[in-house]
């Protein structure tokens, strides 16, 4: 009879073990792979596409809410929430994310726009010496066109 109850309360451990595991692995999936984002195919600044695509809802439907919440709240509260998500959320990023390397690299990016600006202004220059030193070798006296 003691061997009963042994078999019995494992088999019901592995199964709340496997309804567990189930469970984390979609809430670590939907955490992990998925951030919101602005669209950049939205109406106005993307916020409603945005979070559409994140919770996988209709937009049309999301933005007669929005419309509607806008419309019986007095205009404020849901047009500076609305506003305030437009300035804090990053854009889409142009390609798809496949992996956290390529996270990362947007997210820095995205960031730190300051540095951004920088890192190109820093390639433009190289270019541009680069160009200036071909020039020089062309119209120096030492250069022969044949």
């Not at 984002?37 to 596409?49: A, E, K, L």
């Not at 809410?65 to 806008?70: A, C, H, S, T």
């Not at 300051?114 to 190109?120: G, H, K, L, V, Y």
Request: include cysteine.
């Amino acid at each position: 009879m003691k061997r009963h109850y042994g078999r019995r309360h494992n088999f019901q451990f592995k199964k709340s073990r496997r309804q567990y595991n189930t469970i984390k692995n979609r809430f670590e999936r939907l955490i992990s792979s998925r951030v919101i984002y602005r669209s950049r195919q939205g109406i106005f600044m993307g916020v409603c596409q945005g979070l559409a695509d994140y919770f996988n809802f209709n937009v049309f439907w999301l933005r007669i809410i929005v419309l509607v919440l806008f419309l019986f709240t007095g205009f404020w509260p849901v047009g500076v929430m609305y506003i305030i998500a437009g300035l804090l959320l990053k854009v889409e990023p142009v390609s798809p994310l496949h992996n956290e390397k390529d996270r990362e690299f947007y997210d820095n990016y995205a960031n730190s726009r300051q540095s951004a600006i920088q890192r190109i202004k820093r390639k433009f220059d190289n270019i541009e010496r680069r160009i200036q030193r071909m020039e020089h070798t062309v119209t120096s006296k030492e250069f022969d066109w044949k």
